[in-house]
């Protein structure tokens, strides 16, 4: 428990399809929404950028999900051939089954979900969503691989937002050509004198208000259903 905060916060081991991965829940008190988090290359549950618009998002009263889409063994292999960080199927496929999983779960259940990707993690989520359209009602993007997503993109209708370093052109010009791939709602942040890790000063503050106001914009409660 976060007192400061009024946040339940626990260390949960998931079951997606043949391995069991770890993740860090929080949930703020009365939550407005819930933002699964897919990592990118060589990142895990621990990366301090995805940590710190995490915080940025509870404080807004949005509950977060951050899990290792590899298991430790798995991390131990990419580290020496760096394959399966952009094994987007398999990835896709572990967020899809996360994003069921949290619809399911006792804490976050009824609330709206969105997916945060960052870097090749986006276009797992950007998959993800494609097959989950009735679970996922929004994505962000931060210096993301929206064309890894390939032929899903056409088929992502939640509102998407993506967001890229002013000083990070391949990438601006990658997800610019997305943009106009995507059938529904879709944004084009570039946060200005920001590279692709948004290290500089303020950069990652812009990255966590913009995905901040999108989600809240966005994540609206799930309806329940009498005899579901």
Do not use: C, K
Request: net charge negative.
């Amino acid at each position: 428990m976060n007192a400061d905060m009024n946040i339940v916060e626990e260390n949960r081991h998931i079951p997606v399809a043949d391995v069991v991965l770890e993740a860090d829940v929080a949930v703020p008190a009365q939550a407005r929404g819930v933002v699964l988090f897919a990592h990118g290359s060589g990142s895990s549950r621990h990366s301090p950028r995805n940590r710190h618009v995490a915080g940025v998002l509870h404080e807004a009263g949005l509950a977060t999900v951050l899990v290792d889409l590899l298991t430790p063994a798995e991390e131990q292999r990419d580290a020496w051939t760096a394959e399966l960080r952009f094994a987007i199927g398999m990835l896709a496929t572990r967020v899809a089954a996360l994003a069921d999983w949290v619809s399911a779960f006792s804490r976050t259940e009824g609330l709206g979900i969105g997916l945060f990707g960052a870097s090749t993690g986006a276009a797992a989520a950007l998959v993800a969503a494609a097959e989950r359209p009735e679970i996922v009602q929004a994505v962000v993007s931060r210096g993301g691989r929206p064309d890894l997503a390939g032929e899903y993109l056409r088929l992502d209708r939640q509102p998407t937002l993506l967001i890229v370093g002013e000083n990070d052109p391949a990438v601006i010009d990658l997800n610019r050509r997305a943009l106009r791939e995507l059938p529904g709602e879709g944004r084009l942040e570039i946060v200005p004198a920001a590279s692709h890790l948004f290290e500089e000063p303020g950069a990652l503050e812009q990255v966590s208000s913009l995905a901040r106001d999108w989600f809240l914009l966005h994540l609206r409660p799930v309806a329940h259903v009498v005899g579901s």
